[in-house]
């Protein structure tokens, strides 16, 4: 029977539909044309132009702050609630705590923007970085306690409790068992809530103040004022980044399994 190329032209449709449009920034950032379109030669002339805009690497610089700040409370505060759900599940009160949880994922954005932006000015918070980081914790716990949550299903605590029987205390235990058990799922849960937190748009719109732009706001006023071939060399910038870390990643975790089976 002769196999269907059907298949195969969607998954390849799709894959085009995908990465076409992020091959064409790309080759766009490298154009010397000031609007893109037509082929004007190739350049790097904005690359060294974005190298002389200090605005841009004051929000990136402030993105990153904001998001290693926002990682570590919400793996803090996600994993707690995650023991705390999965230890006392049977409780009349999980169901609250359950719902406390999923209400950030569900919200639209741009409410709980003004919901949050709203309760600042009423308790006289002035609006700046640390705005931002609260805003973003909101709704980073979720996802982090949802992520350990899932880790928690398959984990068996007779391994605390027996570390705890030959004598070790308790935050020994935590330290030398259940963390580095839990490590996989906390490192998800850390990425998860680092990417929202650097991608996040609506929120930090509403809260964010005076010299705490962040990059997605800074490349949201970018092109208002038109500065597209800039944005398209801050974005292959990021794109490589991004590549060059799961490429380390990979190389990590292969090199990692192999000392393991060794």
Known sequence: MKRSRFPFIVTGLVLVFFYLPILILVVDSFNASRFGGAWRGFSLKWYVRLFHEPAIWTAARNTLVIALIVTFVSLLLGTT????????????????????IYTPLVVPEILMGISLLMAFVAAGVKLGM??????????CISYVALVVLGRLQDFDFTVVEAARDLGATGWTATRRVLL????????????????????????????????????PIRVYSMIKHGATPLINALSTLLLALTFTTVLVSQRLSKSGALEGGQ
């Open 180 to 215: 580095p058990m839990l490590a996989p799922g906390l490192a998800a849960a850390g990425l998860i809530a680092f990417t929202l937190s650097v991608d996040d748009f609506v929120i930090t719109f509403f809260v964010a103040g005076p010299g705490s732009t962040t990059l």
């Open 130 to 139: 640390g705005t931002i980081i609260l805003a973003h914790v909101t709704f």
């Open 81 to 100: 609630s995650a023991l705390a759900l999965h230890r006392f599940s049977k409780s009349r009160f999980q169901r609250v705590h359950y719902t406390l």
